[in-house]
């Protein structure tokens, strides 16, 4: 029964998770994973201590040998209510990161190269449920993510959130500075995903051309919108092609009609992007104005949710979604170990 209400919930996500509990119910244990790494496996509940699924989170890496033992970030969601594993490789992993003047170039020896330097991490059982870290610093820049699984609300659907902490350390300021995030959903593969286009509606990057990283959606005021491209991305010059409404990504339904929508702060968000054909919905984060000064940092804040649209159709349904997102900014960064003036 408690399966059936949970998942029956989930197309109208009446109720988004507060993050408040007396005592967690979900929990985590740490395991080594196939690759040697520090593995969280979440026990996922919710407040009613109905089950809500198993997932699986690899924060580390000591040594990594190349850049598939270096991605992190949530690689299996396991979900009765999602009839299906969605993930074809870990999401809000790193990529890229890039600034004017940056001397390292592209290409098949050092692809995705921040997944080389080692990442340290750890798991925290807290109040409201379970968070998950991992920090790295690469090329004077640090990196910290925060994942947050909280105890859900019955009512409503499946969720969590992301914080991503970047501080400059290298001691000079960084102009148009950049870092690429990928979530790989299975979901999508050669089927395109779609973004929340400046209409109100979806567009498929498909639709538009795309295959991967072919062209780059933004939002129309941005620094990046006036420039034509992204500064020094590191697939398809960087082209901007369209304009969003917010930037949020939506991929193909599941087996079981639930989409998965990702969806990323706006202010320190320059681009999404579509790779792989389909099966990346990348995003990139920039701090405001795209100049990191030395010793600055920037935040931002990015939810995941499991859902189809209500009444209305997705215009109405993302409407929501999106100021329910916006009116959390502040009490989901609050409730990660970096407290917003460090790592």
Known sequence: MHRRSFAGALGGMAMLPMLEAESARTTCRVVKDSQGRDMAVISWRA??????????????ARAPRDSNEG??????????????VPNAYEWDTR??????????PFGPEN????????????????????????RYESDGVETRQDW???????????????????????????????????SYLAWNDGKGHFYWAESGELANFADGGGKHLDFYVTARDSVCARLGHVPHCARGGGRVRAFWRKPVSVSIAGPRGLHHVQMT????????????????????????????????TFRAHVRHIFGKPTGGGWPNTLNAWWQAFAASHLRVHSLTT??????
């Open 47 to 60: 407040r009613d201590g109905s089950d809500v699924g198993e997932v699986d989170l690899p924060f580390t």
């Open 71 to 84: 991605r992190l970030g949530p690689i299996a969601i396991r979900a009765a209510a999602l009839g299906s």
């Open 95 to 104: 990529e890229w990161q890039w600034w004017k003047g940056f001397s390292r």
């Open 111 to 134: 692809d995705e190269y921040t997944r080389l330097v080692p990442a340290a991490g750890g798991a925290e059982q807290r109040q409201w449920g379970v968070l998950v870290w991992t």
């Open 148 to 182: 947050l699984f909280p105890d859900l609300d019955p009512r409503g659907g499946i969720h969590y959130d992301c914080v991503i902490t970047v501080r400059n350390r290298s001691g000079v300021a960084l102009e148009e500075y950049g870092q690429f995030f990928a």
């Open 265 to 296: 702060e706006e202010r320190v968000t320059s681009a999404l992007a579509m790779g792989g054909r389909g099966y990346a919905q990348d995003y990139i984060l920039a701090p405001p104005g795209l100049t990191l000064a030395a010793g600055a």
């Open 338 to 343: 970096a407290k917003g003036t460090g790592i």
